[in-house]
């Protein structure tokens, strides 16, 4: 049976919310590198979640060049 879709943010959403918040914006590949240290997720584990963040409304993107570019759509106070 499936999982029930949650509208909060999980403690690893959570961590790329932070960077985004704090970046203003940034693309997969830099958000991956910068928590590189702090948990060790998979650039696809990262790519996979911020596309979920995306679905809930949390994230915006745009594409530029080859990359698409993550902007949070939600402040901390908002999502907290």
């Known amino acids: 049976m499936a999982r029930k879709k949650s509208r909060t943010l999980t403690d690893a959403e959570h961590r790329i919310m932070e960077v985004l ?28 979640m911020m596309g979920i963040l995306r679905e809930k409304g949390y994230l915006g993107c745009r594409k530029e060049t080859r990359a698409h570019v993550y902007t949070p759509r939600v402040d901390r106070e908002t999502a907290a």
Not at 21 to 48: F, M, N, P, R
Request: hydrophobic share 40%; proline share 0%; glycine share 10%.
């Open 21 to 48: 918040w704090t970046k203003g914006s940034a693309t997969v590949a830099e958000v991956a590198e910068a928590l590189a240290g702090e948990d060790g997720s998979a650039y696809t584990t990262i790519q996979t």
